[in-house]
């Protein structure tokens, strides 16, 4: 299979500033982006500079956007890997994948994202007779992961932590939670969502309860539900 076929392509240059973040969660990625930026000066005082990330939560809530704003602020390219995508009923043909790409992304020192990385968990316990070669594809997974290169950045995102190989939760020196946002934090979201459009198109029902992405769409949808209205409205008019 060739190598960039498993490679999600996605150009989208996104600034830390667009993520809806917690608080917390920016301040630690911050840090981040300014240990990556000096980390010739921190390895000097021999303090280890964090490159193993894993984002955990729920979907919708900004990890893939999180990914590539920490990419963009630090000037890198960056990988997208589903790995979802990625797992062959040929286990084998699997480990050398990822072995090809993580081998590319230090290479390049890259942000290497591997998305939905639970599929590694679910795989091991689908099929008795499996277990034994999704094994060796953990320990593959994890042994890529232990000489990942300082100076390059794996962040891993998943929606079930809980089903992951603990070995490999293990490896990962930063752990960051994403939740559904709140009803404030979501106001302040379609705020900035609806800022862009004429303020006649910004007066809609907001639900709440659900992750950013799904706001998003939702409040695309009405817009252009209204938008169609007025314009249907207008033509009549003209007839």
Do not use: W
Not at 103 to 120: H, M, N, P, T
């Amino acid at each position: 299979m060739n190598l960039y076929n498993l490679i999600i392509q996605d150009k989208e240059a996104v600034t830390l500033d667009e993520v809806y973040l917690e608080p917390q969660n920016k301040q630690q990625f911050v840090q981040l982006i300014k240990e990556h930026t000096y980390i010739k000066e921190l390895q000097e005082y021999g303090l280890p500079v964090n490159n193993k990330i894993l984002l955990e939560g729920s979907s919708g809530c900004g990890k893939t956007m999180t990914a590539k704003a920490i990419a963009n602020a630090l000037g890198k390219s960056i990988i997208i890997l589903n790995l979802s995508n990625i797992v062959s009923s040929r286990i084998g043909e699997t480990s050398q994948n990822i072995k090809m790409i993580f081998d590319k992304a230090a290479r390049e020192r890259s942000v290497l994202f591997l998305d939905e990385l639970d599929q590694i968990g679910k795989a091991r316990g689908s099929d008795d007779k499996d277990v034994g070669e999704m094994r060796r594809l953990v320990n593959t997974l994890i042994q890529l992961i232990d000489y990942y290169p300082e100076n390059a950045l794996l962040l891993c995102a998943t929606n079930h932590a809980e089903i992951i190989d603990t070995a490999i939760i293990r490896r990962f020196q930063l752990k960051i939670n994403y939740t559904m946002p709140s009803k404030d934090f979501l106001d302040e979201y379609y705020d900035h969502v609806l800022s862009q459009f004429p303020e006649d198109l910004r007066d809609i029902e907001r639900k709440y309860e659900i992750s950013f992405a799904e706001a998003k769409d939702y409040t695309f949808t009405v817009v252009k539900g209204n938008l169609i209205e007025k314009l249907e409205a207008k033509n009549s008019i003209l007839l």
